[in-house]
């Protein structure tokens, strides 16, 4: 016989489900990446973080003030282990992957708002990440031949002045 399923949850903890759940996620990664967008790039700006016990921090490190912030949604959460994943992996672009998920979110927003179903628009996105792939894997291997062609020119180039310094010099 099956055992009743019992879900234990913190009172006050939101139960909802859906359409609106999702709307809810994706609006909550959407202020975490607020919170980082304006420190991107060389004019990016210092942020002034003030913790509970007063103490200040300034900067304009996206992974750093996501350290700083008490997060508690979450789906904002995962955004920031994204981040952490991309500073633990390769130590840098951290504002740049929480950006970028969460445009891809926003970009996604209407879609679950006119109830296409979210496996429909990840199957989209996967398969826009795989033209993409293939889109740049031939543009790298047009640059090697073109880089090949110029380098073989070069060399041709070099050569005959090689020649002709000698003759000079002889």
């Known amino acids: 016989m099956m055992q009743p399923q019992i879900i234990l949850l913190k009172e006050g903890t939101d139960t909802s489900q859906g359409k609106p759940q999702l709307i809810s996620n994706i609006n909550a990664c959407q202020i975490i990446s607020e919170a980082v967008r304006t420190t991107l790039g060389p004019r990016g700006m210092d942020k002034l973080i003030v913790d509970g016990r007063g103490k200040a921090l300034i900067s304009n490190d996206g992974a750093t003030i996501l350290k700083e912030l008490d997060i508690v949604h979450p789906a904002a959460k995962t955004l920031v282990d994204i981040a952490k994943s991309q500073d633990a992996e390769?130590?840098?672009?951290?504002?740049?992957?929480?950006?970028?998920?969460?445009?891809?979110l926003k970009q996604a927003k209407p879609f679950v708002e006119d109830s296409v179903h979210p496996q429909i628009i990840v199957k989209s996105y996967r398969k826009a990440v795989n033209k993409v792939t293939h889109k740049l894997l031939f543009i790298v291997k047009s640059y090697r031949k073109a880089v090949n062609k110029v380098t073989h020119k070069l060399l041709i180039i070099?050569?005959?002045?090689r020649k002709a310094v000698n003759k000079v010099i002889a």
């Open 90 to 104: 390769v130590g840098d672009g951290t504002t740049s992957v929480v950006l970028l998920a969460a445009e891809f």
């Open 158 to 161: 070099v050569k005959s002045y």
